[in-house]
Every structure is written in structure tokens, then in C-alpha cells.
Nanobody, 120 residues
């Protein structure tokens, strides 16, 4: 079994910063792409940023220049550095990982989410 655990969310004023972490554990042979998604009340879940095992990244237009995604493959951990936060960044943030488990099965897993609230 595989688990993804996020941390780092919280309440911050507009213009502030937060750093989210997501650590994968369990029967993991290798992790391919990882990504951060967010979902605000009444809205659909959207991709915020993604990163491949080789370090290629892509970002939603709304966060370009403010958020930075990174990963430490040795620790099976992904990060999201969020700067210049805006009230519209308020959402529950989820991590996702596409991986190969021992035994060769491909699967994608979600974390439980971490709340980010930005006050104006």
C-alpha cells in the first residue's frame, strides 16, 4: 500500500508565503510525475503545478512567477513554495503521484489534502 501525506498548510495574510510538502511512503518502486492540485469550495479541482522525475515542471497561469514546485527523489518528497499569496489562492491543496509499485503495477495516489487560507 502507498500513502501520500501533505503538510505545511495554514493561515497567512495576503502577500505572505507558505511551503507545502508531500511525502510518499509504502511499496514504491519508482515515482514518475507528481503534482499539486487545489479545490476551493464550490469549484472543481484544478492543477496548480506538476513535476516529472527528471525535473520538468509546468504551472497554472494563475500561479506562474509566484509558486515553485520541486522534489527530492531520494526522499520521495515533493514541495510547493508559495510566495505572494493572494486570497484567491485559498483552497484545499492535494498532492498526486503517478508511480510504479513493487510488483510492477502502475497507479496514481492522492493525499488527504492540506488547507491553505489567505486573508486579505
Amino acid at each position: 500500500q502507498v500513502q501520500l501525506v501533505e503538510s505545511g498548510g495554514g493561515l497567512v495574510q495576503a502577500g505572505g508565503s507558505l511551503r507545502l510538502s508531500c511525502t510518499a511512503s509504502g511499496s514504491i518502486f519508482s515515482i514518475n510525475a507528481m503534482g499539486w492540485y487545489r479545490q476551493a469550495p464550490g469549484k472543481q479541482r484544478e492543477l496548480v503545478a506538476a513535476i516529472t522525475s527528471g525535473g520538468s515542471t509546468n504551472y497554472a497561469d494563475s500561479v506562474k512567477g509566484r509558486f515553485t514546485i520541486s522534489r527530492d527523489n531520494a526522499k520521495n518528497t515533493m514541495y510547493l513554495q508559495m510566495n505572494s499569496l493572494k486570497p484567491e489562492d485559498t483552497a484545499n491543496y492535494y498532492c498526486n503521484a503517478a508511480l510504479v509499485e513493487y510488483g510492477g503495477r502502475w497507479n496514481a495516489y492522492w493525499g488527504q489534502g492540506t488547507q491553505v487560507t489567505v486573508s486579505s
